[in-house]
């Protein structure tokens, strides 16, 4: 199974980072992969909700029901997908550094679709994508939360 980590420092709040990382009409507002996320509970994520995500991955979009397998206030969020074709987990970890400067990882976990032929297709352009994406998507977080 594939594992992409990314990591950022971003001049805020461990409370802001968390906030703007777990929320996830927020979420989609800055990170790429996430078209639309719809939570069908009211209220914030908690340990064993469920989420609904269209997700995209190079030029299709995947409809993935997503189960919230970790919660932390203001430490992390992680997710794992359990239907809608693509294996995945990612997890957001927020870690306070020096001042009000706060680094964010991004860990996703993933197992390429279609077998063989997926696998392939992930060592030659998929993973790369991924990379990409996640490294757009936190430079887009910092921008939005430094702006």
């Known amino acids: 199974m594939p594992r992409i980590r990314k990591a950022i420092d971003i001049e805020a709040t461990p409370e802001h980072v968390f906030a703007e990382v777990s929320e996830p009409a927020r979420q989609v507002q800055w990170a790429l992969p996430f078209r639309s996320i719809e939570v069908p509970e009211n209220g914030p994520p908690v340990q064993g909700s469920v989420q609904r995500w269209a997700f995209k991955v ?3 979009t995947w409809d993935l029901a997503a189960v919230v397998t970790d919660y932390r206030h203001n430490q992390t969020i ?14 957001f970890t927020v870690l306070p550094q020096s ?3 706060t680094r964010v990882e991004w860990v996703i976990e993933y197992e390429p679709p279609m077998g063989l032929l ?5 060592a030659l352009v998929m993973v790369r994508v991924f990379e990409n994406d996640m490294e757009t998507s936190l430079e887009r977080l910092k921008a939005r939360l430094e702006g």
């Open 78 to 91: 992680a997710r794992e997908t359990r239907e809608g074709g693509l294996h995945l987990r990612d997890r």
């Open 58 to 60: 190079g030029p299709r």
């Open 118 to 122: 997926g696998r392939l297709l992930d």
């Open 99 to 101: 001042g009000e400067v």
